[in-house]
């Protein structure tokens, strides 16, 4: 399984190189589609984890209090 996402992984940078441009509020900033499409899954990532830290920090929160 992991050999086929490292593939598939591969296969997206190397259809992905061109470059795009991306409005970030004022400036904008010019780089690979593919560079792009990673910040933006990393970003992703970080917000689930904080998503489920935060659900989890709640839950013991409520179980100490007796809700």
Known sequence: MALVLAA???????ENTREV?????VPVVTMPLYAALLIMFVI??????????????NRRHSRRSGR
């Open 21 to 25: 441009k991306i409005r970030l509020v």
């Open 8 to 14: 598939l992984a591969i296969v997206l940078i190397a």
């Open 44 to 57: 992703g990532l970080l917000c689930g984890a904080l998503l489920v830290y935060n659900r989890n920090r």
